[in-house]
């Protein structure tokens, strides 16, 4: 069964079974695949998570049968929302404002602007574009990163300068209201190319947004493990802290969820890696994980919190002219400690390329530039200074738990790999503490 078939028989079944318990594993099974590679696939065709598909189709038909008069209480218990407040909370983060504003900004046309997902088809496409002053004859393609991986089911290059990005009107919007704060930064974003009528974008069914492509590309490995690698760690640090400035004027209109770090480590990742470790001899002592258990837990409440990106690894940061110029990706955004950020993209450009010569070595610069680098426009607090360290293994110690319990040869291989990154870490504790 090809990708969109088997999306499309998932988003039927979804409809049918909205007031139900629906899980990805179930959905998964229903078409044949691992539920990892259906989340995948199903990102891919739709733009968006299933979780986050069916809490946005539960939403909708929830608000649609209260504005049609019924009582809200008994209408989102039967959608699976514990209390009303908890859907309305879902419904600001979604939408952006409350049920009833959003009731008398579009009250009249609620049925043409809540619905499933669709299938785009060219010819869709091509009847959009059709309402910009842009050369209708360019080719069409889907967009990819460099790894191979589509970016989603709803964004297309137009040629070689342009993005089309046609979808769910929470998620464009919240991409645009996002581009026009990091735009502030200063970093090199496109506006929307305006349509004929003059408006920002198509609006509709869905919200069709075009826009030119973002300057810059990701910085080649010969760059990050260079003799100016400590240099270029310095800019993708204070990138972040840039890209955090932004997150944070957008932090209250999108109302992200909160992500409890320490917890996921204590109560899942941690017991994982104690059995990876005498499994695969890792060489890690009780000794190490006692004194996480203890520091970490002692200074994680102190760390500062905030709206972050959640997958800054160097394929999503993007440089032109040898300065960072703009981020892609932000899936996975959610409120976490801030110091998650630039600890991941230090760890990402490790892994992402193993295997060069004396990276071991080298890699301690790159870090040391990293958080000097956003130090130097976000200044860290004390207390932040002294968590790097047990935020590198969290971030280990999450990716080595979660690739060891995947199918695959891949997987195994990914795991294996963060698992040796933890062990050197580990090994090089002080170091890093040295860093401030």
Same mark, same amino acid.
């Given at each position: 069964?090809?990708?969109?078939?088997?999306?499309?028989?998932?988003?039927?079944?979804?409809?049918?079974?909205?007031?139900?318990?629906?899980?990805?594993?179930?959905?998964?099974?229903?078409?044949?695949?691992?539920?990892?590679?259906?989340?995948?696939?199903?990102?891919?065709?739709?733009?968006?998570?299933?979780?986050?598909? #069916?809490?946005?189709?539960?939403?909708?038909?929830?608000?649609?049968?209260?504005?049609?008069?019924?009582?809200?209480?008994?209408?989102?218990?039967?959608?699976?929302?514990?209390?009303?407040?908890?859907?309305?909370?879902?419904?600001?983060?979604?939408?952006?404002?409350?049920?009833?504003?959003?009731?008398?900004?579009?009250?009249?046309?609620?049925?043409?602007?809540?619905?499933?997902?669709?299938?785009?088809?060219?010819?869709?496409?091509?009847?959009?574009?059709?309402?910009?002053?842009?050369?209708?004859?360019?080719?069409?393609?889907? +967009?990819?990163?460099?790894?191979?991986?589509?970016?989603? *089911?709803?964004?297309?290059?137009? @040629?070689?300068?342009?993005?089309? %990005?046609?979808?769910?009107?929470?998620?464009?919007?919240?991409?645009?209201?996002?581009?026009?704060?990091?735009?502030?930064?200063?970093?090199?974003?496109?506006?929307?190319?305006?349509?004929?009528?003059?408006?920002?974008?198509?609006?509709?069914?869905?919200?069709?947004?075009?826009?030119?492509?973002?300057? *810059?590309?990701?910085? *080649? %490995?010969?760059?990050?493990? *260079?003799?100016?690698?400590?240099?270029? @760690?310095?800019?993708?640090?204070?990138?972040?802290?840039?890209?955090?400035?932004?997150?944070?004027?957008?932090?209250?209109? &999108?109302?992200?969820?909160?992500?409890?770090?320490?917890?996921?480590?204590?109560?899942?990742?941690?017991?994982?890696?104690?059995? !990876?470790?005498?499994?695969?001899?890792?060489? $890690?002592?009780?000794? =190490? =994980?006692?004194?996480?258990?203890?520091?970490?837990?002692?200074? =994680?409440?102190?760390?500062?919190?905030? $709206?972050?990106?959640?997958?800054?690894?160097?394929?999503?940061? $993007?440089?032109?002219?040898?300065?960072?110029?703009?981020?892609?990706?932000?899936?996975?955004?959610?409120r976490n400690i801030r110091l998650?950020?630039?600890?991941?993209?230090?760890?990402?450009?490790?892994?992402?390329?193993?295997? #060069?010569?004396? &990276?071991?070595?080298?890699?301690?610069?790159?870090?040391d530039g990293i958080l000097h680098?956003?130090?130097?426009?976000?200044? $860290?607090? !004390?207390?932040?200074?002294?968590?790097? /360290?047990?935020?590198?293994?969290?971030?280990?110690? #999450?990716?080595?738990?979660? /690739?060891?319990?995947?199918?695959?040869?891949?997987?195994?291989? +990914?795991?294996?790999?963060?698992?040796?990154?933890?062990?050197?870490?580990?090994?090089?504790?002080?170091? #890093?503490?040295?860093?401030?």
């Amino acid at each position: 069964m090809q990708a969109a078939d088997s999306v499309k028989l998932a988003l039927d079944y979804i409809e049918q079974n909205l007031k139900t318990t629906i899980t990805a594993e179930e959905l998964a099974d229903m078409a044949g695949y691992s539920a990892w590679h259906y989340c995948r696939m199903f990102a891919q065709v739709t733009g968006m998570t299933v979780a986050y598909y #069916i809490r946005k189709r539960r939403l909708d038909s929830a608000f649609m049968e209260i504005s049609n008069g019924r009582k809200a209480i008994d209408v989102v218990l039967e959608y699976g929302f514990d209390t009303y407040p908890g859907f309305y909370k879902a419904f600001v983060r979604t939408y952006g404002c409350s049920p009833k504003k959003y009731l008398s900004l579009y009250g009249k046309n609620l049925l043409s602007r809540f619905g499933g997902f669709t299938m785009i088809n060219e010819h869709d496409l091509r009847a959009a574009l059709s309402n910009w002053n842009v050369r209708q004859d360019l080719p069409l393609r889907d +967009l990819y990163i460099m790894d191979g991986s589509k970016v989603s *089911g709803n964004d297309w290059a137009l @040629g070689d300068e342009y993005i089309l %990005k046609i979808g769910e009107r929470d998620r464009l919007l919240k991409d645009l209201h996002l581009q026009k704060a990091l735009a502030k930064q200063g970093f090199l974003l496109s506006a929307p190319i305006a349509t004929k009528s003059g408006a920002e974008y198509l609006d509709g069914a869905s919200i069709s947004i075009l826009m030119k492509k973002t300057p *810059g590309g990701p910085l *080649g %490995k010969d760059d990050r493990f *260079g003799k100016n690698r400590r240099d270029f @760690g310095f800019k993708y640090g204070a990138g972040i802290a840039k890209l955090h400035r932004a997150l944070s004027d957008v932090e209250r209109d &999108i109302l992200p969820d909160d992500a409890d770090l320490y917890g996921q480590i204590s109560e899942w990742a941690m017991p994982a890696i104690k059995k !990876q470790n005498e499994q695969y001899e890792m060489g $890690l002592f009780d000794s =190490f =994980f006692e004194d996480y258990a203890r520091s970490f837990g002692m200074v =994680f409440n102190k760390l500062p919190k905030q $709206l972050i990106h959640r997958d800054p690894n160097p394929s999503n940061i $993007l440089f032109d002219g040898g300065d960072v110029s703009g981020f892609i990706n932000f899936d996975l955004s959610e409120r976490n400690i801030r110091l998650w950020d630039p600890c991941y993209c230090a760890t990402g450009i490790l892994i992402e390329w193993r295997g #060069i010569e004396n &990276i071991y070595e080298k890699w301690p610069d790159i870090i040391d530039g990293i958080l000097h680098g956003y130090d130097s426009v976000n200044a $860290l607090t !004390q207390d932040e200074k002294q968590a790097v /360290f047990y935020v590198i293994c969290s971030i280990q110690m #999450i990716c080595a738990a979660w /690739f060891g319990k995947q199918d695959g040869d891949e997987y195994k291989e +990914l795991a294996k790999t963060n698992r040796e990154m933890l062990s050197f870490i580990v090994e090089n504790k002080k170091r #890093i503490m040295d860093i401030f």
